[in-house]
């Protein structure tokens, strides 16, 4: 059964530092990875989809990569804002379950003025 | 403009009185599920559909009925609601496996 761990739980950083984000999971046979954003008591935003034949993916300050065979995948913020406190969730999608997402548990992300 | 949209948002009922949660996407995609929140458990799956007609369970399918007459639109039905199904509910969306689109969420509690 696939398993994925996001470490840290927790992180608080100051404005204007890069943050670094964890993912693992432990069947590599994906189809893709999805990074969410979830604000307090809000809905999940889509922010970076990877499938599994990509090694990385980019928009504005935000960069994700893959690497299946180690199963990690890490999310990386370039120039922290006050505006990107939130909790960040990695999904994975496996071969054998297509269409379900499997979760992390998330990082609780502050970053401070 | 491209989402899904859940009904209602917050929701206080009884054990034992049937409810429904809405969830319509515009975006004409095939696959939709149904996922639930709570603290320390993350988010697990609770039924999803490959297209109209075809439903399946996910993790914790236990007390809840799924629907899927049309290509939009996916209720989710608690028959008999037990203050164990408390949570924050998502639908989701997606076409072929591409990025997930989610609702806003429904916070369900039951007394």
């Keep these: 059964k696939q398993e994925v761990t996001q470490i840290p739980a927790a992180l608080s950083v100051p404005e204007g530092e890069n943050l670094v984000l964890n993912c693992s999971f432990t069947d590599s046979a994906i189809y893709n990875l999805q990074w969410f954003r979830q604000d307090p008591g809000k809905g999940l935003t889509s922010l970076l989809l990877i499938q599994s034949s990509q090694r990385e993916q980019t928009s504005g300050r935000l960069n994700a990569s893959l690497d299946k065979s180690s199963g990690r995948s890490t999310l990386y913020i370039a120039a922290s804002q006050p505006g990107d406190s939130a909790t960040y969730l990695c999904a994975v999608m496996t071969t054998d379950s297509w269409g379900k997402l499997q979760f992390g548990a998330g990082t609780q992300v502050v970053v401070t003025p | ?111």
């Design chain 2, 1 to 111: 403009e491209a989402q899904v949209t859940q009904n209602p948002r917050y929701l206080i009922t009884v054990t034992g009185k049937k409810l429904t949660v809405t969830c319509s996407q515009n975006m004409n995609h095939e696959y939709m599920s149904w996922y639930r929140q709570d603290p320390g458990l993350g988010l697990r799956q609770i039924y999803y559909s490959m297209n109209v007609e075809v439903t399946d369970k996910g993790d914790v399918p236990e007390g809840y009925k799924v629907s899927r007459k049309e290509k939009r639109n996916f209720p989710l039905i608690l028959e008999s609601p037990s203050p164990n199904q408390t949570s924050l509910y998502f639908c989701a969306s997606s076409l072929g496996g591409s990025a997930y689109t989610f609702g806003s969420g429904t916070r369900l509690t039951v007394v």
